[in-house]
């Protein structure tokens, strides 16, 4: 069944692209309503619209008054899709502006919102771009990232509007999604922690870690499918947002913990899957650190400072401990861990999982070029013991994409939030 379309189209010369995505939304069976912005206009004009969609085109809140389409347009529309959708209209979109039809459309509408970027490559890379595309994701907007290729004139890079086949996928998803039935998570509240945090030494440095945030995102991801309520405490903001996560960005093991236990209040569960620093300098430089030219040395060594470390708070052994003997949250860690002559990577979970009381350890080797910053994973999900409750064999899981990996956590929490 054909479902209520609003195609916004952004004043680029990509538009002329779009008269391909609107022949193949119509021809899906969708009834389309174009809206172009007036710039859009000086690209395709209004009679190709019209004549595409077998729709009269509006472009200013003052067309058709009495039906105020302004508000109308937006309130009965099922998705909305915007292409190309420019570095000026991501801006206004992202401020909450409303100064066209398209924009009140946008703060209107309560459908899913598709945004395809088109424009130059230093425009889309700009930090003003990368922010309001950051906020747009943590709003739920789904932003897509564009193809890289032959832009206007003689310029190549990022920044080309994904193919109208790309974004009729994306659009057709985002309808099917909304076309499910509530998922295995729905009404429940998780958190999830991702990436490394980073403590500073002086203010252009910092002691961090190879963590990239990226199988935290994917748990972010697969629980906002599975119909959770998801808060997303990271370090890793340079990463995609997961459509309809709310983002708490914090960058220390403090800052971490702060967040953690303020969203973990009444949450079903809590993953901690962020690298959190064990230590942190005992003193923080006011100013850079200058390095020493001391010729009455004996050596290198002697002219270099000594950085002393305090231990952070154990932000997962203090989330088990403040529940008490209540029945939730479910608390999952992570262990990255190295083998060493003590022991395997498993003999090490093992011993954090009876240290630290939680329910569910996700356990993986780290090091360079493994897990780190990759795309694929491979764990073990380690259970802890609870008071009644029957314990799951161990398992290991992958080697697998991260969203498969997550996809298996939360397999493993449904389950203890069942039980």
């Known amino acids: 069944m054909g479902r209520r379309v609003v195609l916004g189209v952004g004043g680029g010369i ?21 809206v172009p912005t007036d710039a859009a206009l000086r690209f395709v004009g209004a009679p190709t619209w019209e004549a595409l969609s077998g729709r009269a085109v509006m472009t200013h809140v003052w067309d058709d008054v009495p039906q105020v389409p302004h508000v109308r347009i937006g309130k009965e529309a099922e998705l909305v899709v915007v292409a190309p959708a420019t570095a000026d209209l991501l801006a206004r979109a992202a401020a909450g502006l409303a100064d066209d039809l398209l924009t009140t459309t946008l703060l209107t509408a309560r459908c899913p919102v598709l945004l395809a970027p088109a424009m130059h490559t230093e425009m889309w890379e700009h930090p003003a771009t990368r922010a ?13 990232d ?7 004139g003689s310029d190549t890079g990022p920044g080309r509007l994904p193919e109208p086949e790309e974004i009729l996928a994306a659009a057709l998803a985002l309808l099917a999604e909304a076309d499910a039935p509530a998922g295995p998570l729905a009404g429940r509240h998780v958190v999830v922690t991702s990436g490394g945090t980073r403590e500073p030494l002086d203010p252009v440095r910092y002691l961090g870690n190879r963590s990239s945030g990226k199988q935290g995102h994917a748990l972010a991801q697969v629980a906002a499918a599975r119909g959770a309520r998801v808060t997303l405490v990271t370090t890793a903001t340079g990463l995609p947002v997961p ?61 270099a400072p000594v950085v002393e470390l305090v231990r952070n708070p154990d932000v997962l052994a203090g989330l088990v401990a ?11 860690g992570f262990a ?8 395997s990577v498993l003999d090490h979970a093992r011993a954090k999982l009876a240290r630290k009381g939680c329910d569910l350890l996700v356990a993986n080797e780290v090091g360079a070029g493994v897990a780190f910053g990759t795309d694929a994973n491979t764990v073990h999900l380690l259970f802890g013991e609870r008071a009644g409750r029957r314990t799951p064999a161990d398992r290991q899981v992958g080697p697998a994409p991260k969203t498969e990996v997550a996809a298996a956590v939360w397999d493993a929490v449904q389950g203890l939030l069942e039980a």
């Open 243 to 303: 459509a309809g996560v709310d983002v708490v960005p914090v960058e220390t093991a403090l800052e971490l913990q702060d967040a953690v236990t303020s969203a973990a209040a009444g949450a079903d569960a809590v993953v901690m899957a962020a690298a959190v620093a064990d230590f942190r300098p005992a003193h923080v430089a006011s100013a850079k650190i200058k390095k020493t030219h001391d010729d009455t040395a004996a050596g290198p060594d002697e002219s």
């Open 146 to 152: 564009p193809a890289s290729g032959r832009l206007t």
């Open 336 to 343: 990255a861990e190295t083998g060493d002559e003590h022991g």
């Open 132 to 144: 309001n595309v950051a906020t747009l994701r943590s709003r739920g907007t789904t932003v897509l």
């Open 322 to 332: 403040a529940r008490g003997a209540a029945i939730s949250p479910v608390v999952v």
């Open 14 to 34: 990509a538009a002329y692209k779009v008269a391909s995505l609107l022949r193949l939304l119509t021809e899906s069976g969708h009834d389309v309503t174009v």
